[in-house]
């Protein structure tokens, strides 16, 4: 039988550590609104169609999603990954809505038009991701 030289008990001990050290950048909050779907055509959006309000291209197959301004302030803000219930992946923010809609989000289906009007509108829980160092704890209120 061998005997584990120190370099190697070292490199294992730091693959182990390395592993178990992983922390989510992320709490994830949750939240209940109305979930809808868009596409990158003229009739849809204002000006260029494949360009986001803030200044993104959208390109189909992207996981992406627009938000109602009013979710900003809650911390979807640009490129903030969501969980939407029924899905498997992660989306990110990348577009805002026109003003007058309220806890309501997007989902960006490319050109697909027919896929967009198939899905409707549906109430669903997203879970969305706020980095932990801008997050303000009530205890570090005082």
């Known amino acids: 039988m061998h005997k584990p030289t120190l370099r190697a008990l070292v490199f294992f001990t730091l693959l182990l550590s390395c592993k178990t050290e992983k922390k989510e950048l992320y709490v994830w909050k949750t939240l209940e609104v109305t979930v809808t ?7 849809q959006t204002q000006g260029n ?9 959208l390109k189909p197959g992207m996981r992406s999603i ?7 302030a809650l911390g979807l803000k640009h490129n903030t990954p969501v969980r939407i219930e029924g899905f498997d992946s992660i989306f990110l923010v990348k577009d805002k809505m026109n003003r007058r809609w309220q806890d309501r989000i997007d989902i ?4 697909d038009v027919a896929r967009a009007k198939n899905w409707g509108k549906k109430k669903l829980y997203i879970q969305y991701g706020v980095l932990k160092d801008t997050v303000i704890l009530d205890k570090d209120i005082k």
């Open 37 to 43: 779907a868009y596409n990158s055509v003229p009739a």
């Open 66 to 72: 627009a938000v109602s301004r009013n979710l900003i």
């Open 108 to 111: 960006y289906m490319g050109i």
């Open 49 to 57: 169609p494949i360009i986001t309000a803030w200044g993104d291209s």
